[in-house]
């Protein structure tokens, strides 16, 4: 295979994804067939067969594909992170970006599609709940044990400080937004709270000499 | 109306009500009837319709009767906040307990439905929002200020530090239980979960003068 080849193939499967994240979003999962994505994307069932297996490997591509997608907006914030002098400044805009990339609409569909399903089709909950939070939380972890080792942060449980941060930052505009989904906060509103969580983060894992100041 | 009939129409509610929780947990939102629930109920339709109005006006019966049911648990520890010499201790008592609550089987199941049907019926996920959530921070920021003019917390923002309370303390066991409807996590880690909630919050929130020795 040519490198033209190779990346025809990749934009042939970004283009089937994409097709048939509409489709699952629309219908449901219960309620799309591979023939609707098959005609969506303009491909032959055959094609999706060879290339997911079936409607689950489908699905987990779908998956996969858009938290990949969201998740590259914060990789430069996470690399000046990792070298960061300003841990306030730099986990600010860490967090002003995650809320970002989380709530865009069709993720929230889709989170709330696997959310319905979870009783019926629990390894989709399970695939998506691996690959985005569980995922952002390890990446997170790491990053809090790196920042604990040059005396940035001081945690002893770097997982449980990512997860809580990770909460901090996004629980309140997601829970909105999964409960009120013609609403969504306005840039400000989602800056201050992204500005709030790092805040409190910080006042209970900042390292003790980096706290100076920071109460109020 | 005698006293015996108030109780008696009460409890035949309360049955009615039980019985339509588990239909709509069991069938969907969309897929559930006034008919199956009358089955279920032994009552007749014209009952429910009198009774309710219709079936958004049942569904929201159920979710305010739920709601209600699972809060009972945690007043005798609002109260004791109001007066606390305790701070850590008595909002440890409170997050141990809402955790439990919120996470009872049959409202994760409920909660699944509202955000399933968010999009297709948004006076549903609306009307559970503002029973459960946001009536939970409305209590919380009544609370927290309070607390602060007591000198025991420090904010400005009650409203705001109420919903990063409440996330702190839900956020990791809800979203692993909303994913992972198979898993539940333990007692001891829902504690672990609570304690680290209120520290975290403590280190953000509580009066300088109460502070000391809380860092770590």
């Given amino acids: 295979m040519t490198d033209t080849e190779g990346m025809r193939r990749a934009d042939r499967r970004s283009a089937i994804l994409d097709a048939a994240t509409s489709v699952f979003v629309e219908r449901g999962y219960a309620g799309t067939t ?7 994307a303009r491909a032959s069932k055959q094609t999706l067969y060879q290339r997911f297996g079936d409607k689950v490997g489908l699905f987990e591509a779908v998956i996969e594909a858009n938290i990949a997608d969201a998740e590259a ?18 986990l600010g805009r860490f967090a002003r970006q995650h809320i970002r990339d989380v709530l865009q609409p069709h993720l929230l569909r889709i989170r709330r ?4 399903e979870a009783d019926r089709f629990p390894t989709l909950a399970q695939t998506w709940f691996e690959r985005g939070p569980e995922r952002a939380h390890d990446t997170l972890a790491d990053l809090f044990a ?3 080792e040059r005396g940035i942060l001081d945690t002893d449980r770097p997982r449980v400080a990512a997860e809580h941060f990770n909460w901090l930052v996004l629980s309140i505009p997601l829970h909105r937004s999964l409960y009120q989904p013609n609403t969504r906060p306005t840039d400000d509103e989602l800056d201050a709270i992204a500005d709030e969580a ?19």
């Avoid at 591979?34 to 969506?40: E, G, L, R, T």
């Avoid at 790092?198 to 109020?216: E, H, K, N, S, W």
């Fill in 198 to 216: 790092v805040r409190i983060f910080l006042a209970a894992y900042a390292a003790p000499q980096q706290r100076t100041g920071r109460g109020r």
């Fill in 113 to 116: 599609l696997v959310i319905a």
């Fill in 34 to 40: 591979m023939d609707d994505v098959a005609a969506a």
């Fill in 73 to 90: 907006g914060t990789d430069p914030h996470l690399a000046a992170l990792r070298d960061t002098d300003d841990i306030e400044g730099d």
């Fill in 146 to 148: 790196h920042l604990t």
